[in-house]
C-alpha cells in the first residue's frame, strides 16, 4: 500500500451553524461529527493523522485528546489553503501522499476512503478530488472538467457564473495530493476571490498549469459526500446516521420496530432479541442493554445499564441508572443518577428514584418518591411513600431493611433506619428507627362522631 497520511481541516468557525460551539463538536448521534471523519481515515489505513485546529482549539484537542492524532494551529483562519499550509511543519519531512478531508463531512466511509487511495495509485495520480454528482449542489464547489475528464478548475459556489453553477458536480471536501506538490502549490495561492480566503481548492488550477493531470474519483453515493454548514444539514446527517446505527443493531439481532422513529447514539450495545419500540431515544456511548429486554414507547434512557429481561415501560426516563434482570420499570416512571434496581424488582407508574438501591424482588408500584435511601431485597413499598430526605440544608438517608412491608402513604423523615422484617401501617409519619421485627404506627385513632341535622353533604333530589 501507498504511504498516506492525512490531514483533517477543524479550525473553521462553522459561522453558517449560528453556534457559540465550532461546528465540527457539534455532536451527530452524541459523538462529535469530526470524530467519524477520523475513524473513517483510520479505518482506511491511515496511522498519521493531523487535525488543524483553530476556533475553540483547546476544547477540539480536549475531547479528542484520546484519538491518537496530532494537531497544528491555524491562526487567523483564513480559508482551507492556509489551514493546511498550517499542517506544513507536521510533514515537512513526509515524503508520501497526503490524504486531506474537511472535518465536516461525517457520512464519507472508510472503503471509500481506501478506493480513492487504489484509485489514485493505480492512475499514478498526483493529485485526486473526491466528485459526486447531485441534484442540489447548492453550496459546494463546482467541478469543471476537460473533455478528458480531468479537473480543470474547483469554482465555489459565490464566485460562480450562472453557467457554472449548473453544473451538477461537486467537490466532496476530499483530497489525495504528492506531498511535495501539495506543499509547492500552496505557496502559490492568492486570496483573489469574494471571501478574501486562501482556498484550497486553488491547488487544481495551479496544478492545471505546470501541467499536471488532476483526477476526479467521482462516488456514487452522493450521500457520503454531504458536507454540515448549517442546522438544517446537521439534522439531515443525524437522521442518516441514525438510521445507519439502526441497522447495525438490526443485523445484530435487535428488533426495531421503527427504525425511522427510534434514536439509538453512537457507542451503544444492546443484545440479542430485544425489543424497542417507536419514539425511544438511547443516549451515552456507555449504555447497555442486555438480552430479551423490551423498551416501550417513548422512553428516554440515558447512560445506563439494563440487564437482560428487564422491561422498561411507557414514557419512562432513566438516567445513569442500573437496572438488574428482569426488572420492570414504569410506566412513566423517573430513574434518576444513582439509581440501583434489584434482580426482579418492579418500580411502578409515577415513581422517583435518585441515589438509592433496591434489593432483588423489591417493589414500589405507584406514587412514590425514593431518594438517598437503601432499601433491602423483597421489601414492598406501598402506594404514596416518600423518604423525606431533605431538611432544607442537608440531604439524609433512609434504610429499610430485608422483607419489610411498607404501608401505602408512609412518610420517613430520614435521617431514619427501619429493620428487618418490619411492618410500617399506612399514613404513618416515621421519624425513629424501628428495630427488626416490629410494626410501627403514627397515626391518630379513628374518632367517629354522628352528624346533627343539617350538617354534612348536601343530597341532590
Ligand atoms: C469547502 C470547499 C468546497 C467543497 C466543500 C465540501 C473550499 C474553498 N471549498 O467549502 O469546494 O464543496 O468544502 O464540503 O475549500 N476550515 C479550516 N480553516 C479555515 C476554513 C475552514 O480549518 O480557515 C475547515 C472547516 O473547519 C471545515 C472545512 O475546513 O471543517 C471546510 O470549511 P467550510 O467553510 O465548511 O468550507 P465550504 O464552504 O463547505
Ligand atoms: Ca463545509
Not at 78 to 85: D, I, N, R
Not at 130 to 140: F, H
Not at 151 to 164: C, G, N, Q, Y
Request: aromatic share 6%.
Amino acid at each position: 500500500m501507498m504511504d498516506c497520511a492525512a490531514i483533517v481541516l477543524a479550525a473553521g468557525k462553522g459561522t453558517r451553524m449560528k453556534s457559540s460551539l465550532c461546528k465540527v463538536l457539534h455532536e451527530i448521534a452524541g459523538r462529535p461529527m469530526i470524530s467519524y471523519v477520523l475513524d473513517s481515515a483510520k479505518d482506511a489505513g491511515i496511522e498519521k493523522i493531523c487535525v488543524v485546529v483553530g476556533h475553540q482549539a483547546d476544547r477540539v484537542r480536549e475531547i479528542l485528546a484520546d484519538q491518537n492524532v496530532s494537531f497544528e494551529l491555524q491562526e487567523p483562519q483564513l480559508g482551507t489553503g492556509h489551514a493546511v499550509e498550517s499542517a506544513r511543519k507536521s510533514l515537512k519531512d513526509y515524503q508520501g501522499h497526503v490524504l486531506i478531508l474537511c472535518g465536516d463531512i461525517p457520512l464519507v466511509r472508510s472503503s471509500t476512503l481506501r478506493s480513492m487511495i487504489d484509485f489514485h495509485e493505480s492512475n499514478g495520480s498526483r493529485l485526486t478530488v473526491m466528485t459526486a454528482t447531485v441534484e442540489s449542489p447548492y453550496g459546494y464547489g463546482r467541478i469543471l472538467k476537460s473533455e478528458t475528464g480531468l479537473i480543470k478548475s474547483i469554482v465555489e459556489e459565490r464566485d460562480a457564473s450562472e453557467l457554472e453553477r449548473r453544473t451538477k458536480e461537486i467537490n466532496a471536501g476530499v483530497y489525495l495530493v504528492e506531498s511535495s506538490l501539495l506543499f509547492k502549490l500552496l505557496t502559490r495561492l492568492r486570496p483573489n476571490n469574494s471571501q478574501g480566503e486562501y482556498y484550497l481548492t486553488d491547488i487544481v488550477t495551479e496544478a492545471n498549469n505546470d501541467g499536471i493531470p488532476v483526477y476526479a474519483y467521482s462516488i456514487t453515493d452522493f450521500s457520503e459526500a454531504s458536507g454540515i454548514n448549517s442546522r438544517a444539514d446537521l439534522a439531515y446527517v443525524s437522521k442518516r446516521t441514525f438510521e445507519a446505527l439502526a441497522r447495525d443493531h438490526m443485523l445484530a439481532g435487535v428488533t426495531i420496530i421503527d427504525p425511522g422513529t427510534t434514536y439509538i447514539d453512537w457507542g451503544v450495545r444492546i443484545g440479542l432479541d430485544t425489543v424497542i419500540w417507536p419514539g425511544v431515544v438511547i443516549t451515552g456511548s456507555s449504555t447497555i442493554i442486555g438480552e430479551r429486554c423490551s423498551i416501550e414507547p417513548h422512553v428516554f434512557i440515558s447512560s445506563c445499564q439494563i440487564l437482560d429481561e428487564a422491561k422498561i415501560l411507557l414514557g419512562s426516563r432513566l438516567n445513569q441508572t442500573l437496572v438488574s434482570e428482569g426488572a420492570s420499570v414504569g410506566p412513566m416512571a423517573h430513574l434518576r443518577p444513582d439509581a440501583r434496581i434489584g434482580k426482579k424488582c418492579k418500580i411502578g407508574n409515577f415513581v422517583e428514584v435518585k441515589k438509592t438501591s433496591l434489593g432483588d424482588g423489591s417493589k414500589a408500584s405507584h406514587l412514590t418518591y425514593l431518594g438517598d435511601s437503601e432499601i433491602g431485597a423483597n421489601v414492598n413499598i406501598g402506594c404514596g411513600t416518600i423518604t423525606c430526605n431533605y431538611d432544607g440544608r442537608n440531604k439524609h438517608k433512609t434504610t429499610i431493611g430485608d422483607n419489610s412491608f411498607v404501608g401505602s402513604d408512609v412518610q420517613f423523615v430520614a435521617p431514619v433506619t427501619i429493620g428487618q422484617g418490619c411492618v410500617i401501617g399506612a399514613g404513618s409519619t416515621i421519624t425513629k428507627d424501628v428495630p427488626d421485627g416490629s410494626l410501627a404506627v403514627t397515626r391518630a385513632k379513628q374518632k367517629v362522631y354522628p352528624l346533627r341535622l343539617g350538617q354534612g353533604p348536601k343530597i341532590e333530589k
